[in-house]
């Protein structure tokens, strides 16, 4: 499975888009999922395991994505993270632009700088790519996220 811890309790990673690799996301302790991928949603596959599903689906088109696609990733995010015992994944079809630009704005959220937040995604993930309009985004997100929390 193409997943790649970024902390001990997020990871980031590819597409799912079948049974056994659901298994060996549930085998590694994932108990929340963020799908970023317009491609495919994984709530049927996650239903039989418990795990619980945001389908936030984005296009990977390198445009400015709204701070309501980040809200909601953030908000099921923090929720999740509540537990103690959860393990979050974030993933779209690679694994190298929309997961990691959610993660970038979960980490945001949990009061890591821009520059801590895209080096440890980027020092645990050498695939990512961060394109300049996305780390906008997110920023544009976590200005007015700041205000309204």
Same mark, same amino acid.
């Given at each position: 499975?193409? +997943? %790649?811890? *970024? %902390?001990?309790? =997020?990871?980031?990673?590819? /597409? ?6 659901? @298994?060996?996301? *549930? ?5 929340? =999922?963020?799908? +970023?991928? @317009? ?20 296009? !990977? ?14 908000? &099921? ?5 509540? !537990? ?5 994944? @974030? #993933?779209?079809?690679?694994?190298? #632009?929309?997961?990691? +630009? ?8 949990? /009061? ?10 980027? &020092? ?5 790519? &961060?394109?300049? *309009? ?6 544009? &997100? ?8």
């Amino acid at each position: 499975m193409d +997943m %790649t811890w *970024v %902390t001990d309790r =997020i990871a980031v990673g590819g /597409g799912i888009w079948n049974d056994e690799r659901m @298994i060996e996301v *549930v085998r590694a302790g994932v108990t929340h =999922i963020i799908d +970023m991928q @317009i491609e495919f949603d994984d709530t049927r596959l996650a239903e039989p395991y418990g795990v619980q599903v945001l389908w936030n689906p984005t296009d !990977d088109d390198f445009r400015p994505k709204p701070p309501e696609l980040f809200q909601r990733g953030v908000e &099921f995010a923090l929720a999740a993270l509540d !537990d103690p015992e959860s393990r979050l994944f @974030i #993933h779209c079809a690679a694994g190298v #632009h929309r997961a990691p +630009m959610m993660a970038l704005a979960v980490l945001r959220a949990l /009061g890591f700088s821009p520059e801590a937040a895209l080096q440890l995604i980027q &020092f645990r993930r050498h695939v990512v790519d &961060f394109a300049d *309009v996305y780390v906008d985004s997110v920023e544009e &997100f976590i200005r007015t996220y700041s205000v309204s929390s």
